[in-house]
């Protein structure tokens, strides 16, 4: 079996467990123990001035290698041209989109630094998986470097339909650039059709049979690997933590109130805005709701140093006041806006208490909130799912209450359906959900793109 090198910007580190880690990097970390390998990243750290030669640390049959960027570098690769232009392109809103040409060669240096700190270590039959829209230079890179190996992106987020990402200067190189690996994973068919129409319309790409597209000297193969997670594995961390003493004060404060819950980053592309808003509709159209609900909004902050984010929490901060003071009472508020990370074990108690799990991006590449709050219901009594339609999670959880994350009304509704909803409509929703969850684990989206970057010629 051919060894494996993983390259994402922030990296699963030698002391995580996996009780704390999440499952794609356990699923990631697996891969490593079982075929050998290295996992290569950012460290974390900047620092001003030529930044020293990567750190390594080895754990048995796994290795980690870990890079300090130089602030200037990290500020025009990470919040510049990664968060501030591909991340808003990705999710389809060019209206928040930064460009800097600077930013634009800051990424691109970024990518050489990392392809050059890969080559060094890379030996000519290892399988390169490269994760995530911070690298898609880093392939046409190491290829300027002589790698001839096997190279696969795994994209965790949307990918434009090619009218949307026209509108990023330069995209031709771009999409050249992506083309230099042999795989590019998707969320969604959707995505990865996107991809392709991209390619050909706008970089001029020739299809060549079985999802490939050949342009110049290469073909690049491009499909749908929907991310999964540990499905069994999450489920028993809800179990044991059903009992855990944070899931009792939880419960306990509830007072008997049926609990709402949303779990995000505070990211625009979660549509917490919106979410806000069909609370608050519900409670205007079903005055027999107020007193009786809790709408929990758990949303750590991310990103903090770019303006968007900045100014998203500010309209949050003032919509969950303005709306706590409309229905508030003296012993009832009904919007919790915790902005604090949950340690996952935490995490899963919370999501079993819930009877709704109300998931609402306006664009999203998977979700795995959704899944998660899925595999954490307890079989005999589960919640129901309020999924946006925009969400790559709702073209497997077709059982979940789907709605346009724009129509307040709309969410409102569901939101009431859901919680009028007779338990043996949630059992036959909740069943079905989770037998497309125990199919699709984060296990097995680990394999099958392995198994088509082994499978692609080099
Ligand atoms: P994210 O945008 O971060 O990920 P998501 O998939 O929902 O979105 O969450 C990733 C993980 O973070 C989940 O395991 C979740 O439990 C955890 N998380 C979120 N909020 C948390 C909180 N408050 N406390 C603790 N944990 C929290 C990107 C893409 C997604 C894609 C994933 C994986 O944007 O579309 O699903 O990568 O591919």
């Known amino acids: 079996m051919a060894r494996l090198v993983i390259v994402s910007n922030r990296v699963g580190s030698p ?18 123990r079982r075929r050998g390998g290295i996992w290569v990243g950012w460290s974390g750290d900047v620092v001003d001035g030529e930044p020293g030669p990567p750190r390594s640390v080895r754990r048995g049959r796994i290795g980690w290698v870990t890079l300090d960027l130089e602030r200037e570098a990290y500020r025009a690769f990470y919040e510049g041209f990664a968060n501030g232009t591909l991340w808003p392109l990705c999710h389809y809103r060019l209206g928040l989109i930064g460009f800097r040409r600077a930013e634009l060669e800051g990424y691109r240096a970024v990518n050489e630094t990392f392809a050059r700190a890969i080559a060094e270590l890379l030996r000519p039959d290892d399988l390169v998986w490269v994760h995530d829209y911070h690298f898609l230079s880093l392939a046409a890179a190491l290829r300027r470097l002589g790698a001839a190996n096997r190279i696969g992106l795994f994209l965790h987020v949307p990918f434009p339909a090619p009218e949307v990402l026209r509108a990023l200067p330069d995209h031709q ?178 999501l079993r208490l819930a009877r709704v799990g109300l998931v609402t991006p306006l664009r999203d590449g998977m979700n795995l909130v959704a899944k998660e709050y899925v595999a954490a219901q307890d079989p005999e009594r589960p919640g129901v799912l309020v999924l946006s339609r925009l969400a790559g999670a709702a073209d497997e959880l077709e059982s979940a209450l789907l709605v346009d994350p724009l129509d307040t009304e709309g969410v409102a509704e569901a939101l009431e359906r859901a919680l009028a909803m007779p338990l043996a409509e949630r059992r036959e929703r909740w069943a079905a959900a989770m037998a497309v969850l125990r199919e699709n684990t984060a296990a097995r989206w680990r394999e099958r793109f392995l198994e088509a970057l082994e499978a692609t010629g080099s």
Not at 16 to 23: K, L, P
Not at 208 to 234: H, K, M, Q, S, Y
């Open 15 to 32: 002391g995580r467990e996996a009780r704390t880690a999440g499952g794609l990097v356990v699923a990631l970390q697996d891969a490593l």
């Open 173 to 350: 190189r771009l999409l050249r650039e992506t083309a230099a690996y042999d795989l590019v994973g998707f969320q969604t068919r959707g995505d990865s059709r996107a991809f392709a129409e991209g390619l050909e319309r706008l970089a001029g790409a020739e299809p060549a049979g079985r999802g490939r597209l050949r342009l110049g000297e290469r073909t690049v193969a491009a499909d749908a690997f929907p991310v999964g997670i540990d499905t069994e594995g999450f489920a028993r961390l809800a179990v044991a933590a059903a009992t855990a003493p944070e899931t009792v004060r939880l419960a306990e404060s509830l007072a008997g109130r049926t609990l709402i819950l949303g779990v995000d980053r505070l990211d625009y592309s979660k549509g917490l805005p919106g979410r806000f808003a069909a609370v608050a509709e519900l409670l205007e159209r079903q005055p027999q709701r107020r007193r009786t609900v809790t709408f929990l909004q758990i949303a750590p902050i991310s990103r903090g140093e770019l303006r968007q984010y900045r100014a998203l929490r500010g309209e949050l901060d003032q919509l969950a006041g303005r709306i706590n003071a409309r229905f508030a009472e003296v012993d009832w508020t009904p919007i919790r806006w915790v902005n604090r990370t949950v340690p996952r074990p935490v995490l899963a108690g919370y």
